[in-house]
């Protein structure tokens, strides 16, 4: 089972970046996929889950109206759509699986199994 993030990179603020999450080594349309971030000294937040089949979506409040997160089965890559983006959203971002077929998505990193290596996303000002 692995996750490979990709797509981080140094921004302006006020840019955008597309991350992806490319999944292996499982049945990707069984399992929940979330998006996490952590900066420096902070605690890792949840930003954003889709469940196995795409229909439900969750984001945390941070994010809400800014990023935009999309799974493509053919490609078994979930990606993550930021806009609008500003140097306190600068931190190490995660992709995060787990399986919970037909359960509420959850923004709780305990819910989830297997993690990516993460990908730095900078924003200057």
């Known amino acids: 089972v692995q996750l490979v993030e990709s797509g981080g990179g140094l921004v302006q603020a006020g840019g955008s970046l597309r991350l992806s999450c490319a999944a292996s080594g499982f049945t990707f349309g069984e399992y929940m996929i979330a998006w996490f971030r952590q900066a420096p000294g902070k605690e890792r937040e949840g930003l954003s889950c889709?469940?196995?089949?795409?229909?439900?979506?969750h984001y945390g409040d941070s994010v809400k109206g800014r990023f935009t997160i999309a799974r493509d089965s053919a490609r078994n890559t979930v990606y993550l759509l930021m806009q609008h983006l500003q140097p306190e959203d600068t931190a190490v971002y995660y992709c995060?699986?787990?399986?919970?077929?037909?359960?509420?998505?959850?923004?709780?990193?305990?819910?989830?199994?297997?993690w990516g290596q993460g990908t730095q996303v900078t924003v200057s000002s």
């Open positions: 995060a699986s787990t399986y919970a077929p037909d359960m509420p998505g959850r923004l709780s990193s305990s819910f989830y199994t297997t």
């Open positions: 889709i469940d196995e089949n795409g229909g439900s979506i």
